[in-house]
């Protein structure tokens, strides 16, 4: 002890311990899993009701290609502006991509059908 203070070594400080777990890549499934599991169903319910009986497995195909593009296109983007200026500005045009998606959904409304 120096002087009556406690010191903690740097990689033993519970906060630096936390940060670390839930960035870890390990742990990564822990938040992507319930995602996932609340997020595919209703997606799949969508597709099912969008998609006329005869042409539903051509809508799933469809979405799922879209799907697989998008987050391919959005992994590069957002591991470019890692690279190019880092981690902080990677998170504003995330959190600046779902304000934008998030204001698309409040403007362009889709027409609801009822199912009889």
Known sequence: ???????????????????????????????????????????????????????????????NLVSGVAILLASVVAGALWEAAGPAITFAAGAAFAAIAGAALVVVKAPMTQKS
């Open 1 to 63: 002890m120096a002087q009556g203070r406690l010191t903690v070594a740097p990689e033993k400080c519970p906060a630096r311990r936390i940060r670390r777990w839930l960035i870890s890549s390990r742990r990564t499934g822990f938040f992507w899993g319930p995602h996932m599991g609340f997020t595919q169903g209703v997606f799949a319910a969508l597709v099912a009701d969008a998609a006329p009986a005869d042409l539903r497995g051509t809508g799933f195909r469809f979405f």
